[in-house]
């Protein structure tokens, strides 16, 4: 392991995470008290593979390309209601946003245009977004937030702005102990699965994203029946099995979101929905998900403090 120079020098920052603490060794841009180098070569070590399911319509997106083609809706009860271009919200940030009032609130909503529900269909798009943590008990955690633009499954219960995440758990050394997939209302953290029961790649954990709701599940067996999975957990053998391969890695690659108090990309504080239609496909304002920041899974398993 130590001869490969990347692995060397993730050997080497991981013991200084152990020995020393973090205000003596790099930066820590986002205040939770890891060093930020760290936190950004880990995430990139695991990044997970995604198998997504044959036939599945909804692609992945990022969120820019989204709000490049979204509005965003004031919170009600603000008078006049007001719609603005949503890019702000990722390219300027919620700083300005706030001048604007009832935008950057939880009752405010993007606005999506149905043709933005398919997702992209160019792969360097799809951008996963990491959040790494200190752990209770010791070691990290690292979670790994897709982005869909549309739930797309069963009518009734699909809506825009689809948040789904799995959480890698690490010990104090940095070796891998299990992860956790987030499944529907099981997300906070989701189902546990010790590193020797999940299908990985080497250093990746393998997910097969449910067709269209993009549930997350490491093999064709451990969904429910009415769950479409791709029925390879392999990557090497998913694309004969009619499964598109997400090697997440690459594209837009792993962008580290930093933390709450102190965001490293601009949507993060945004507490407002990621879109307009809920159940039964009627808009209502608690339809679609906030963000990562604001789900009950995002600091799932962390030590007190890790999360500001
Ligand atoms: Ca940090
Ligand atoms: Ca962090």
Request: hydrophobic fraction near 45%.
């Amino acid at each position: 392991m130590t001869s490969h120079p990347t692995l060397r020098s993730l050997a080497a920052l991981l013991l200084l995470f152990v020995l020393c603490p973090v205000a003596a060794r790099g930066v820590d841009r986002d205040h939770d008290g890891l060093d930020d180098d760290l936190e950004d070569a880990l995430l990139q070590r695991y990044a997970p593979i995604v198998l997504l399911a044959p036939g599945e319509h909804a692609l992945p997106a990022s969120t820019d390309w989204l709000l490049a083609r979204a509005e965003v809706e004031t919170a009600p009860g603000r008078a006049p209601p007001r719609m603005m271009e949503a890019s702000i919200l990722g390219a300027v940030g919620v700083l300005v946003a706030r001048a604007v009032p009832g935008i950057d609130e939880p009752g405010a909503r993007l606005r999506l245009p149905r043709r933005a529900h398919t997702g992209s269909a160019d792969p360097s798009v799809w951008t996963v977004y990491g959040h790494a943590f200190r752990a209770d008990g010791g070691g990290i955690v690292l979670q790994y937030w897709f982005f869909y633009a549309f739930n797309d499954a069963f009518w009734a219960f699909d809506h825009e702005g689809d948040w789904e995440h799995v959480s890698l758990r690490l010990d104090a050394a940095g070796h891998p102990l299990g992860a956790w997939y987030a499944q529907h209302n099981a997300a906070a953290p989701g189902e546990w699965l010790p590193w020797g029961m999940l299908a990985h790649d080497g250093d990746r954990p393998v997910v097969l994203a449910g067709r269209g709701t993009h549930a997350s599940y490491s093999h064709p067996g451990q969904g429910p029946i009415w769950e479409r999975l791709c029925p390879v957990s392999d990557p090497a053998r998913a694309a004969a099995a009619g499964c598109r391969v997400w090697h997440t890695s690459e594209g837009g690659g792993v962008v580290n979101v930093g933390e709450r108090a102190a965001p490293r990309v601009p949507f993060l504080t945004w507490p407002g929905r990621w879109g307009t239609t809920g159940w039964f496909g009627l808009a209502r304002h608690a339809g679609s998900p906030p963000g990562p920041a604001f789900q009950r899974g995002w600091c799932s398993d962390g030590a007190p403090g890790a999360c500001p």
